[in-house]
């Protein structure tokens, strides 16, 4: 019970709307602190995809001399069997030697698309058949090579950087540290 003066008394009404009038107050503070832990937390998250996306972009793209495209003919300009291989939308062949492949994504490994990419050891002749048509390189018989299918189109660059279990010949990684 009150026992102050009569004036000084608050008003049950006065009490409740204060009361209520902080409640909501603090609980549209801690809903805005909410929503914006959740958009830091988004944040991070895309930028740590973005990240390795840029890291398997790196890991995968090779800077070498383009492979010498071949006439296209209508079949493999090889007597051998070829060794095929599909990945993604594309399918590759080979006359020999081992192949790694991976998704990497557009746009320096920023994009939101993805596109197939495949390393070969020591191909010697590659064929890259996708939806745009078949496309025939020369590799060399002892270079290593890269195959990106970026929209479609395939590009072939001499040398990798996978690790294939033996030295290659074409090295891009040692080939740019000696070049510094």
Same mark, same amino acid.
């Given at each position: 019970?009150?026992?102050?003066?009569?004036?000084?008394?608050?008003?049950?009404?006065?009490?409740?709307?204060? /009361?209520? =009038?902080?409640?909501?107050?603090?609980?549209?503070?801690?809903?805005?602190?909410? @929503?914006?832990?959740?958009?830091?937390?988004?944040?991070? !998250?895309?930028? &740590?995809?973005?990240? %390795?996306?840029?890291? !398997?972009?790196?890991?995968?793209?090779?800077? =070498? +001399?383009?492979?010498?495209?071949?006439?296209?003919?209508? =079949?493999?300009?090889?007597?051998?069997?070829? &060794?095929?291989?599909? *990945?993604?939308?594309?399918? *590759? #062949?080979? %006359?020999?030697?081992?192949?790694?492949?991976?998704?990497? #994504?557009? !746009?320096?490994?920023? =994009?939101?698309? &993805?596109?197939?990419?495949? &390393? /070969?050891?020591?191909?010697?002749?590659?064929?890259?058949?996708?939806?745009?048509?078949?496309?025939?390189?020369? #590799?060399? /018989?002892?270079?290593?090579?890269?195959?990106?299918?970026?929209?479609?189109? +395939?590009?072939?660059?001499?040398?990798?950087?996978? !690790? *294939?279990?033996?030295?290659?010949? *074409?090295?891009? #990684?040692?080939?740019?540290?000696? @070049?510094?």
């Amino acid at each position: 019970m009150w026992r102050g003066p009569a004036a000084a008394r608050p008003r049950t009404g006065d009490l409740a709307r204060d /009361f209520n =009038g902080r409640s909501r107050e603090v609980a549209l503070a801690g809903a805005v602190l909410l @929503a914006l832990a959740g958009a830091i937390g988004i944040a991070q !998250d895309w930028m &740590q995809h973005q990240a %390795e996306g840029v890291a !398997d972009y790196n890991a995968w793209t090779v800077a =070498g +001399p383009r492979c010498p495209p071949l006439p296209k003919l209508l =079949g493999a300009p090889t007597a051998r069997p070829l &060794q095929l291989t599909t *990945f993604g939308h594309a399918r *590759f #062949a080979r %006359e020999h030697g081992a192949t790694l492949c991976s998704d990497i #994504a557009t !746009d320096g490994g920023r =994009g939101l698309g &993805q596109f197939p990419i495949c &390393q /070969f050891d020591h191909p010697g002749v590659l064929g890259v058949s996708t939806r745009r048509g078949v496309y025939w390189f020369w #590799a060399g /018989f002892m270079s290593p090579a890269t195959v990106s299918v970026e929209h479609g189109v +395939p590009t072939c660059v001499i040398g990798a950087n996978q !690790d *294939f279990g033996h030295r290659l010949i *074409f090295d891009a #990684a040692a080939s740019a540290k000696s @070049a510094h």
